[in-house]
């Protein structure tokens, strides 16, 4: 299996545990689980109308991640003429961002930052030079003579 199959079935299992909460039910397809967990928080946008959030996005990847998580969910994301790239907005109940759409993100989120940490340092090991480490941290400026 490669690296990048490893981690789409990591973020599938991720998906899987969200739905088991939502309800239960095990070996679930991707639909069945969007299905359960559109299911259990669509009865509680009756009591709690969905409100206006806003989120704002480190970086292209976790934007890309969360704006597929809202779609998957049949949100819209969306963003306001003047808002940064890095904003997203979203029409929510405060119960689904808690139960769901925050936590998964995070976890999905992490998962795929490590993965693309891991290929980014491998790519420059192999092209640029093989020693990619930090800097080194020194206890005092350089003192450099000065002129005279």
């Known amino acids: ?7 789409i079935e990591k973020l599938r ?3 899987a545990r969200f739905a088991t909460a939502a309800g239960p039910g ?8 969007v299905t359960r967990i559109l299911n ?9 109308p ?3 959030y806003r989120f704002s996005m480190p970086d292209r990847y976790s934007r890309s991640l969360f704006n597929a ?6 949100i819209q994301p ?9 904003t997203v907005m979203a029409r929510v109940t405060k119960r689904f961002v808690d139960d769901v759409l925050w936590p ?27 020693d990619a480490s930090e800097s080194e941290e020194r206890a005092e400026p350089l003192q450099l003579p000065g002129p005279g």
């Open 1 to 7: 299996m490669t690296d990048e199959q490893s981690l």
């Open 13 to 15: 299992q991720m998906e």
């Open 26 to 33: 095990e070996n679930a397809t991707t639909a069945d689980v």
């Open 40 to 48: 259990r928080f669509g009865e509680s946008d009756k009591a709690e």
């Open 50 to 52: 969905p409100r206006e």
């Open 69 to 74: 998580l809202l779609r998957r969910y049949k």
């Open 78 to 86: 969306y963003r306001y003429r003047g808002q940064r790239q890095t």
């Open 104 to 130: 998964e993100y995070l976890e999905m989120n992490r998962t795929l930052q490590l993965f693309l940490d891991e290929v980014t340092r491998r790519v420059i090991e192999r092209a640029v030079h093989a």
